[in-house]
């Protein structure tokens, strides 16, 4: 029988909402559903708000709505996240780090 080491993770999305009719919460459940599809374990999420950028790439983007999520999982499972949702445009960036 193997064991799979399980790490804790950190996960901060930036959320792109112009474009879409999900709200904050659809997109956090889908989020939550998502890690559980590729093995992550969510145990905690909060709703940062609206978030204004450090450093503003397009003068009419200029803030975020950010999200947060503690997972653990199998160390393929950020990356896996990563791949999952590179298509998606309610997602403007991924941070995942280890705890």
Do not use: C, W
């Not at 959320?15 to 590729?38: F, G, P, Q, T, Y």
């Amino acid at each position: 029988m193997s064991t799979t080491t399980k790490n804790k993770y950190k996960a901060t999305f930036i959320l792109d909402l112009r474009e879409s009719k999900d709200d904050s919460a659809k997109v956090m459940a889908d989020l939550n559903e998502i890690l559980k599809s590729i093995g992550g374990e969510p145990s905690d999420s909060e709703d940062l708000g609206m978030l204004d950028f450090a450093r503003a790439a397009d003068r009419r983007y200029t803030q975020g709505h950010y999200i947060e999520i503690y997972f653990e999982g199998s160390s393929d499972v950020p990356s896996t996240l990563n791949e999952k949702l590179k298509l998606d445009k309610r997602i403007n960036r991924i941070f995942v780090e280890s705890k």
